[in-house]
């Protein structure tokens, strides 16, 4: 097992009508002048920013909004939340929504501290010394960003969609009511739940598997997710089972199920160069290559892909037939993406197929011209980039 | 389930060589004179003391020492450091040790804060506006004072032991290297075990217990545990399992495994009473009493020991007689303590039969003078308090 740094300062109020607390919330972090980011009309119809900007007027804190974040959240708003800000001195950051408008956020509180180009953090060109605060209200389980030190913007200028990691980005607070999830459609609920499984997977798909503790506490998290969301897609305003997945989301991505394992992250890698190409929705994307990239790196460690099987699918575990018990493994995996409407293919995903130009140029971006590896279960050059998007094609 | 918040603000640095990050870390949060607060010889005689002076040296970062906390540590110790810190102008606390020293430390860090008496607090006449800063250094995985918002302490004026929770007294960082942990008597590792194991049980014993994912969880803890115990007594220098145990040791106690749950602690609370009338060591008495708390509530939620019994201890699950199953899940645990060399008793636990009077004045004390009850699993008052004595005589 690895040395490992585990560092979660993120209060959370979890519960329906935690939102009710925001504005105190702000206040104790500190916050005088707000920027309320948000994405489309889904916050304002359903009454959340306008209960939410009521809380703050009545805590008499300043306000400014900005609305229209994007999935795949873009670097342009980035930039005008950053100029914003500066306009109106705001010293606080709420995001109200899922990860992209929280990563929105992120870059915004980044950028807002830094005199350069925020895009140099995400290029790898500086390192973020500051960060202005960022509160949440969380209404999309999906990201975890609400707890995670993760950011990830789209720069459309070259359609690159870059992470930057640092500690001083995790949200001051995040504030989730699992009601506020009950209107989110069936295909975003499904993208979220494969989302927070692939971030608990990346982590669980480690060769460092000798950190028991993190292996059970994943494999629990696993199992009740998948279990909660044939829950939910019966019954979409199941309070209980909305709760399970959304606080499984924020567990997923804030290290505890990282600690003393290495971690793979290359169908996270791999998926955002499908995402930047053709502006899927990240969750599916996932789905749609996995399966892939785990029949190409099985081999390396059959007995961890025989664990997943048995402990989290439930498939019966033939002694005589590591290998077969660990595919049977994976396709359980994927008939559970399917029985989420997921796809579990790249035509699948994008309604087309795949040309091998695109599957180049994406391999191309993604080892960044053919100068890099990733993952780590196996480390993959370009040519497994490409070898795993043909198999998903 | 229930609304809960969730706020674990601790920076952990875990595995072999963390503790030589513990002055850049105290450097960090803000500490520029210390109190090295400490037990006994064992902190001295390991090296460990020296290796920490000589680090707070190299980084310019002045210090005084403290040592000679107790099990069940003591008001007057706290009161000590107190007055030592003052003198000092000390303004950060490091605990080198277990439990005791770290609620120790907490303590030192809210009087040091405070004009009045810090037993107030305690006593639940005054609650804290402040608290100095503490760092910890673990050596003694047990009660998660590490990470926990808990302060036990105890009053020999009337040999009260009194606790007192606060986020404000969460430490800054805990410093983590599983190989202090090798040198641990056999006692001394099984009492953590105990300690761990119940932080855990005192709240999945829970009447709302339909927060799957926090169960699950749980289980998955109590399960790694159980089996680390038995290859560390095998084996005191297994890295890997001494690993577990103590990561478990902090997770047990920071809120995951309580999310969504309201919790017992009956347990914790009978165990206070013997631990402050016979001074012995609280994990050995909260083995004592286990098992005859459980017996005592079972009927309250039978479903609830069935699942301990089969997901947890590993019963086989009888269907046609869920209260059989329940039973053999207690007995398995009572097994369990004994093969740690635990006591199961009252009189296992301190060497002699437990008097009438004994029992009389541990369940006055416990219920306040008979004006209060404890736990929720089964609301316990006085006459049930008298009750489980009784039964773990």
Chains 1, 2 share one sequence.
């Not at 969301?229 to 399970?244: F, G, L, T």
Request: net charge negative; with cysteine.
């Amino acid at each position: 097992m690895k040395n490992f740094n585990y560092y979660t300062p993120t209060e959370i109020v979890f519960g329906n009508e935690s939102e009710s607390q925001t504005a105190h919330l702000i206040r104790r972090y500190g916050g005088t002048k707000v920027l309320v980011h948000y994405g489309g009309k889904s916050a304002e119809r359903s009454g959340l920013l306008d209960e939410l900007c009521r809380q703050l007027d009545a805590e008499g804190i300043r306000y400014v909004k900005l609305g229209g974040v994007v999935s795949n959240p873009r670097l342009s708003k980035v930039y005008e939340g950053i100029e914003l800000c500066r306009r109106e001195k705001v010293d606080f950051i709420l995001a109200v929504g899922g990860g992209s408008v929280i990563d929105s956020a992120k870059a915004i509180a980044y950028g807002l501290a830094y005199e350069g180009d925020v895009w140099d953090f995400f290029e790898g060109k500086a390192k973020a010394e500051r960060c202005y605060p960022v509160g949440t209200v969380l209404t999309i389980p999906a990201a975890g960003s609400e707890m995670s030190c993760s950011c990830v913007i789209t720069n459309e200028d070259g359609s690159k969609k870059r992470a930057y990691d640092d500690d001083l980005s995790r949200p001051k607070f995040a504030v989730m009511n699992p009601e506020r999830t009950y209107s989110l459609p069936a295909y975003q609920t499904a993208c979220g739940v494969v989302d927070i499984m692939m971030h608990t997977m990346e982590r669980y798909f480690s060769q460092d598997d000798d950190m028991t503790l993190t292996d059970e506490l994943a494999e629990a998290l696993l199992r009740t997710v998948k279990n909660s969301i044939y829950k939910v897609m019966a019954s979409p305003e199941n309070y209980r089972h909305r709760a399970q997945i959304m606080w499984a989301g924020s567990l997923a991505h804030n290290g505890l199920t990282g600690c003393g394992t290495t971690g793979d992250f290359a169908t996270h890698m791999l998926e955002h160069e499908l995402s930047a190409l053709f502006d899927v929705a990240h969750g599916a994307g996932l789905a749609a290559l996995w399966g892939s990239w785990a029949r190409y790196v099985l081999k390396e460690n059959v007995s961890r892909f025989v664990r997943f099987a048995v402990n989290v699918m439930g498939v019966p575990n033939d002694f005589t037939d590591p290998e077969g018990t660990a595919l049977a493994g994976i396709e359980a995996m994927e008939r559970f993406y399917r029985d989420l409407s997921m796809p579990t293919s790249i035509s699948g995903l994008i309604g087309r197929d795949v040309t091998d130009d695109e599957i180049r140029l994406m391999a191309e971006k993604c080892s960044l011209g053919n100068t890099c590896t990733i993952g780590n279960f196996k480390k993959l050059d370009k040519q497994d980039m490409e070898a795993i998007y043909r198999m998903a094609r």
